[in-house]
C-alpha cells in the first residue's frame, strides 16, 4: 500500500503511473484542498478535481486542468451578462461543482462528496481530501494586498511577488478521517512532484500531519517538481526562492529533508547529486520528465524500487 501527498498536474501525472503498477486499492492519494475556493457560489477543488480527471481519462491534455472536449456556453453567457469570468470553468466541469456543492449543503464532507464523485468517474484509488474542514492558501504581495491562491495563481498570472504564504483554517483544521492512519500504514510514503509551498504546504499545515510524516521518514520517497533549476510550469521555483530556499533540486531536498528519506532528482540534475545528500536525504537520479503514460508508470516503478 503506497499513500501519496498530492497537488495538482505534477502528482495527477505520477499517480496515473501508479495505477499501471499497482491495485487501485493500494493507492491512497492524500490531496491538497489549500486551492479550493467558491466561484458562482459553487465548491471548487481544484487539486482534487485534475487528479479525479487525469487518473479518470477525461482530462484536457492541453491545459492539464478541466476537461477533455469542453464547452464553454455558461462562461460565454456569464461574459455578456458581465459576470465573474476570470477563472474559466467549462460546462461539463461546472456539473462537477454542482453535485458537490449540493451535496455538501445536504451535510455532506468533502471526503463523501469526493468518493461519489471518484466512483461516478470510474476512479478506484482512494482519493482523499487531506482535511474536511476549511483551508485557504492566502499569498501577501510584495506590492499589494493578500489575495486567495487563485487570485495569485490565474489573476496575478503568478507574476508577482510573494512576501508570505499562510493557510487560512489550518490551525483548526483536523486531517480528514483515515488521513492519519494511511500516512501510519503505507508501506512507502510519497510525496508527489507538486509545489512543495502552495500543494504540499497546506498539507503539512493541517495539525497532526507533519508529524505523522516525520515518523514514516525512513519510507518517504519525494520526486522533485523542480528540474534544471525551473519548475516545468507554475511558480514553485520562484515561491520557493520567495521562502528562502535555492529554487534547484537541493533547496526541495532542504525543504523535504524532515519528512522523506529518499529524493528521486531527474538526470538533468545529476551533477547536484552530492549536494542533495549533503542536506542529510539519499538522492536517485532517474528520468522524471513523465511525457507519457509509459514515463509515468516508470517514475512509479522507479519510486517503488527505491523504497524496497
Ligand atoms: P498544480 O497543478 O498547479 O496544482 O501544481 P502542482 O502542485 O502539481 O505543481 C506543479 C509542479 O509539478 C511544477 O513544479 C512542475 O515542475 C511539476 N511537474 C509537472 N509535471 C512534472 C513531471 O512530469 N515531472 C516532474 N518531475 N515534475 C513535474
Ligand atoms: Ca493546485
Redesign the pocket.
Known sequence: MITAL?????????LRGFIEVLPPEEITALV?TG?DTVFHGLHVS??LD?VMYTLADAINPET??GLAGETWRVMESLRRLGGLTWFNLGDQDLATHCYRTQRLSEGATLSEVTRELARSFGVDIRLQPVTDDPLRTRLTLVDGPEVGFQEY?VKHHHDVAVASVTFAGAAESRPAPGVLDAIEQAEVVVV?????V???GPVLAVPGIRKALMSRRDDAVG?????AG????????RLLVEMGFEASVVGVARWYAPMISTL?I?EADADLATAVEAEGVRCVVAP????SKE??AQ?ARTVLDVAS
Not at 6 to 14: D, F, Q, T, W
Request: charged share 15%; glycine share 10%; aromatic share 4%.
Open positions: 498530492a497537488g495538482g498536474v505534477g502528482a495527477a501525472k505520477l491538497n486551492d481544484p487539486d485534475t492539464g486542468w495563481f508527489c512532484p507538486s509545489n512543495p502552495v500543494s504540499i520526486i522533485s517538481p523542480i528540474i525551473a519548475a516545468l510550469k507554475g511558480p514553485a521555483d528521486v531527474d522524471t520528465l513523465m511525457t514515463a509515468s517514475l
